[in-house]
C-alpha cells in the first residue's frame, strides 16, 4: 500500500510502516490544490490537521482505503463523505489522554490556587497572603461533558484529589468507579467545575452558550482542553466578569485557526482573557507532551498494521 504524509510526526511511524513493506511518501509543504491532484496516487494518508479533507479533496482521492489522523478530533475530515466513500476513519485519542487529563488538572490547581499570580508577585518583590488565598479541589463537584477517552482519565485523576466526578454523555451506561452518569440538567445542578471532553460537531458548535451559562446553578470554574468553537467566547468572557464563572482556564480558543497553529482573530474578548488573573491560557498544548507524542503515533501504526497487515 501506498500511504502519503501530510504532517510531520513521530519518525515511529514511518520506521514501522516501512518495515511493514508499506510505500510511505512525505510532502509537508504542498498546498490544498497541489494535493488535490495527486491524492489519487495513494491508498491511505495520515494527517494532523494542515489540510482540510472536503468532499472535494476525498473524491479526488479515488484509490484512499483509509485516513489516519495523529489524534483525537476529526472535524477536519468530511465524515459522512468519507463513509460514502467507503474510506476507513482512524484516529488515537488513546495516545494523548493522560496527556490532556494532567493537562486539566495543572490548569485547575495553578488557577484556583492562584500559583503563577503569588510566584510572578514575589519575584516581583510583593509579598502577599490573605490576598493569594487557595480554593481546594477537595470536596468539589466536577461536571464533565463527554466520557470518552478524555473524560475517563480525567475523572481518574480528579477523583484521586477527592472530587465527586459526575458526567453527561450522549451514550448510555458509561459510569464506572471514577464517575457516575446523570442527566445534563443534574449536571448543571451540582457542578462547581464544569469541563468539556467533546469533539467539534453541529451539535457541540456553542454549546457553552449565554443559556447554558445561566442554566448552571453554582457559580463554577470552567475547564475547556475539547475545541475552542465548543464555547461562545463572548458570554464566558461576561459571565467572568461578573462572576458567574469563577476562573477559566483555557487550552483552546475560538479564534484559532483551523490547523490550529496560530490564532486568526484579535479582539476585545480575547484581550481580556489574555489579561485577565482570572483566566488561564495555553495554546492548545493540553495533549502535547513528549510521551504522547510517541503514544499516538503508535495508536496510529498498531491500528493500521491491524486492518492492512
Not at 445534563?184 to 469533539?199: G, R, V, Y
Amino acid at each position: 500500500m501506498k500511504i502519503l504524509l501530510l504532517d510531520k510526526n513521530h519518525p515511529l511511524i514511518t520506521e514501522q510502516l516501512l518495515a511493514k513493506n508499506f510505500v510511505l511518501e512525505e510532502d509537508f509543504t504542498s498546498s490544498y490544490d497541489e494535493m488535490c491532484q495527486k491524492i489519487q496516487n495513494y491508498d491511505g494518508v495520515i494527517i494532523r490537521s494542515r489540510i482540510p479533507l472536503d468532499k472535494n479533496f476525498l473524491e479526488k482521492g479515488k484509490n484512499l482505503k483509509f485516513i489516519a489522523r495523529v489524534g483525537a478530533g476529526m472535524e477536519n475530515i468530511d465524515i459522512p463523505v468519507a463513509e460514502k466513500l467507503g474510506i476507513q476513519l482512524i484516529n488515537s485519542p488513546e495516545g494523548n489522554r493522560d496527556s490532556v487529563a494532567e493537562h486539566v488538572v495543572g490548569m485547575l490547581l495553578i488557577l484556583m490556587n492562584r500559583l503563577f499570580i503569588a510566584s510572578q508577585e514575589v519575584k516581583n518583590g510583593i509579598w502577599l497572603r490573605e490576598e493569594n488565598r487557595g480554593d481546594e479541589l477537595l470536596g468539589k463537584t466536577v461536571g464533565l461533558i463527554g466520557y470518552g477517552n478524555m473524560g475517563k482519565a480525567t475523572a481518574k485523576r480528579l477523583s484521586g484529589f477527592g472530587c465527586k466526578v459526575v458526567f453527561h454523555d450522549i451514550l448510555p451506561g458509561l459510569a464506572d468507579e471514577y464517575a457516575s452518569q446523570v442527566s445534563l440538567d443534574e449536571l448543571k445542578q451540582s457542578a462547581d467545575i464544569l469541563s468539556l471532553h467533546i469533539p467539534l460537531t453541529p451539535e457541540t458548535h456553542y454549546l457553552i452558550d449565554e443559556k447554558f451559562i445561566s442554566d448552571m446553578k453554582k457559580d463554577f470554574y470552567f475547564v475547556n482542553t475539547a475545541r475552542g468553537k465548543n464555547v461562545e467566547t463572548k458570554y464566558l468572557v461576561e459571565a467572568l466578569k461578573y462572576g458567574k464563572v469563577k476562573g477559566a482556564c483555557l487550552d483552546v480558543l475560538e479564534y484559532e485557526k483551523s490547523s490550529f497553529e496560530n490564532l486568526e482573530t484579535e479582539n476585545e474578548d480575547l484581550k481580556y482573557l489574555l489579561e485577565s488573573d482570572k483566566a488561564i491560557v495555553t495554546p492548545h498544548i493540553a495533549g502535547w507532551t513528549h510521551q504522547s507524542k510517541e503514544k499516538l503515533a503508535q495508536v496510529i501504526v498498531d491500528k493500521i498494521v491491524a486492518s492492512y497487515c
